[in-house]
């Protein structure tokens, strides 16, 4: 196609059609691509965790679970009333079931009731000396290790330690364990994290850090 | 553009002869209520130019066999203008508040609003008739190969909107903020969270975290009554435009009628 001028390679119709459709690209990119950010942002911002006292160290039995309701997000418009509560099945460490290796962060083994098929809250029993699923029938064990039905790998953990100022136990933020019970990062039910599961569903930005000094796989 | 033909006049508005003895003395031409109606519409027209795309869109041919089950579409429809109205009136009553403010509403619009329980109902048991609907219609359109060429196009948009109309179902289905709804949802996302690769992050994207938390509320009441019945209203008018422009199927029990001029001619 010609130019006005010899040898032009743009026509002066060419060149403001080019102007005008960008600019409305521009203008629209402008609005669209920061409310799409903005949206997106929780994706990638880690999320705080308090260390929260759930009583003294006399309350948690070795050979049966206490419940305690903690709260699992504390984001900056607060406390999102009972949706924020989860429960955790604490009892203290018991050498003789507890083979997994012994640190400053699991001397209580507090469990969380979220099963890991879809995220259904398992009871524990005692007679059965088994947590049951009401969903889809999980089974679970006194360690959290999965006995039947469709969990994909134990119950998942809480860290907790000892507070020697305040001389409580607190719980602190929430980790996943394969079968062998090694620490990952959390990751959400129905997700396995033994073999090619742990890259399958990786490590998200949005779980809270674990503690300082703990050897926690990603 | 060649005109259609216009279609009959009902017998209300046909103009009607002067009777023995009438003398023009009633009404005058100007003051006829039907007469102003029509000077209305015609000023309206005559700035617009709607009335050949309206004709274009209202009186189209349909092929002979043309029957009940060719009405699923607009049924769906329908169902959709029901869930849009009462949720648009749903909205002036309810609160996304999570920590008690969604519950505590709804139960308001159920047991205290007037008439509250008739318009939730409509939304929830409508939300429902729509889902049945949409899979009648997809199905009529499967069995009688209505997809197939030159309806691709509108088989994949009505699947898109078959999509969104799923995820409507599941956002709207924590709003009342029971413990269903709660746990429903939970189960839900984290069915969503195992997709491979991809499905962690949409379910952080989801709950606005990594847990269900303070925002979750709002986002799922975003998205159900903003950004995805969005979506949906612009597809049907995608959807419909090709429908009035492709026109529809003949069932498929009808054998194929060649026309007389292309019939080959025999010997005689």
Redesign the interface.
Known sequence: MPGAFEGETVTRRRFMTGVVMGAGGIATAAFTLPALAFSAGPVFKHEQWTWQPIGPATDFPKDNFVTRVIQIQQGPLGAAGEVNNTLAYVRSRNPAIDTEPEDQYNHWIALSSRCMHLGCPVRWTPAAERFICPCHGGVYDIRGMVTGGPPVRPLDRFYTRFNHARRLVEVGPRYSVNSELRRFSPRYPGEPVDGIGQYLYPRQFAQPKPPPGVSQKK | MPRLPAPPLPKALQPRPRRPGDDGAGLADSLDPVEAGITAVDWIDERTSLSPGLRWMMFRKVPRGTNWYYTLGTATLFAFLNQAVTGVFLAMYYQPG???GAYESVRYITTDAFLGQFVRGMHKWGASVMIILIFLHMGRVFFFGAYKYPRELTWVIGVVLLILTLAMGFTGYLLP?DQRA??AT??G???N??G??I???L???L???????????S?FYAIHMLIIPGAIAALIGAHLYLVAKLGTTAPPWLKAEPEKALQPETDV
């Open positions: 999570s920590s008690g903020l709660y746990w939970i189960v996302v984290n069915i969270a195992g491979p690769f499905g962690p992050y379910s952080n994207f709950l606005g975290g990594a847990d269900f938390g303070a925002t979750t509320l986002r």
